[in-house]
């Protein structure tokens, strides 16, 4: 019998490699893979989040459902290649770029399934419900238009999606932040929705968002959100980043998982979680990708792990009581929240394969094999993904990756010329 905390229930070595855990990558927005690194001029001395934002929505004004599946592919394919084996898409560009529906209103939900169909990744796909434009509820502006629902729209749209769900698909549903979101918006969808729905929601991610909530709900985003509605396991709390004490021990009590992106969060100056507190709070959380400039569970965990490193200025942060090792506490904290925050209760028939004839893995043992792959070097170590029964990557590459790059290459210079 195994110890179900031992390293081996993790890591298992098999005929020439190691097999982990498939990675659920809490948070995507797939059309942002296209700007990846096309942000990272100045425009402004204070840029920020909210310059970056402009770029963003010029970006996401060019995809339609044609250019949304060729960029959620290569981005699919490259996730599933990482050792990503399940995403959860928050998918807000529903419409027309001036807020016309498509003439079926799920074209673009429909696009992002047909990718992870087509490229054999699991997906919860959580349509996002944008109302407002503010805190004070003003309306969407000119460029958040292809964003918005009314609640109507968005319940159907919810329902007409969930005949399609299968072994690989979930259907879940988004609010996109307080902000975006108005109060009594939030509880009619909840009393509509399945009770077994996955709920995400961005909730802290900004500093300016934290001061408008106080400032029109006399309480803090995550305060607010813990003493108004009864969130539990099937929550996500997307860049919970800037939390008080209580707030902290509050969403770690809740059972909620905590959804870190640690690469755009850089990226985008956001600030740094509080991990720390939050471990020994006992808090679940996993990590996800967000914006793309890093598609690479390694460099999520890593630079998670190091982000409390540079500020604490002491080494090995993220470890517990029963598990002194760093890579193993931080692959099975996102192994934990896994099935609530997915809604994929199992994941039967998926399998990662580490190459055991990497130089890196030279000697490796089950003791420090998942240490060994988080925390040294850069070369990709996953030789082969299979997902629910299916090869999907052999050779560290996606079975149809020369395609799916062809296509994608070709809809990049298209939108880059537009
Ligand atoms: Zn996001």
Redesign the pocket.
């Known amino acids: 019998m195994s110890n179900p905390d031992s390293p081996a229930t993790l890591v298992h070595a098999i005929e020439g490699g190691w097999r982990v855990p498939g990675i659920a990558n809490l ?1 995507s ?1 797939a059309f942002q893979r296209a700007m990846a690194g096309l942000a990272e001029r100045q425009t402004h001395p204070e840029d920020s989040f909210w310059t970056w934002r402009e770029i963003m929505y010029r970006f996401a004004a060019r995809m339609d459902p044609d250019s949304t599946y060729a960029v959620a592919t290569q981005l699919y394919a490259e996730m599933l290649e990482a050792g990503y084996t399940t995403v959860c898409e ?1 998918h807000y560009v529903h419409h027309q770029p001036d807020g016309t529906p498509y003439a079926d209103p799920a074209a673009m939900s429909k696009a992002l399934i047909a990718a992870a169909r087509d490229t054999g990744i699991r997906m919860t796909l959580l349509p996002v419900l944008y109302m407002t434009g503010g805190f004070d509820g003003r309306a969407l502006s000119a460029r958040q238009q292809r964003f918005g629902h009314g609640i109507d729209a968005f319940l159907r749209l919810i329902d007409g999606l969930h005949p399609l769900q299968d072994e690989r698909l979930r259907i879940g549903c988004a609010f996109h932040s307080l902000r975006a979101v108005p109060e009594a918006a939030m509880r009619e969808v909840l009393d509509a929705l399945p009770a077994d729905a996955p709920l995400h929601i ?1 909730i802290a991610e900004q500093v300016g968002e934290v001061q408008d909530c106080l400032a029109v709900r006399n309480a803090r985003p995550v305060e607010w959100l813990l003493r108004e509605f009864p969130v539990d396991r099937r929550w996500t709390l ?2 919970a980043t800037h939390l008080t004490g209580e707030e902290t021990q509050g969403i770690a009590a809740s059972g909620a998982t905590v959804a870190i992106c640690p690469t755009t969060e850089a990226n985008l100056g956001d600030g740094l979680f509080p991990l720390r507190d939050y471990l020994q709070a006992r808090g679940r959380w996993g990590i996800g990708s ?1 914006s793309h400039v890093s598609v690479s569970p390694v460099e999520e965990l890593r630079w998670l792990e190091y982000g409390q490193r540079l500020v604490t200025r002491h080494r090995n942060i993220a470890v517990t009581a029963s598990s002194p090792s760093v890579g193993e506490t931080l692959l099975r904290g996102v192994q934990d929240s896994a099935a609530d925050a997915t809604g994929f209760a199992r994941t039967i028939g998926d399998e990662v394969v580490l190459d055991g004839d990497a130089p890196l893995l030279a000697g490796a043992t089950s003791d420090d094999l998942v240490d060994r792959w988080l925390f040294a070097g850069n070369r990709p170590l996953v030789d082969r993904v299979r997902v629910a029964g299916r090869d999907v990557v052999a050779g560290g590459r996606h079975v149809d990756a020369a395609s799916i790059a062809r296509r994608y290459g070709d809809t990049l210079r298209q939108l880059l010329r537009d």
């Open positions: 948070h927005h928050f961005h997307v860049h967000d």
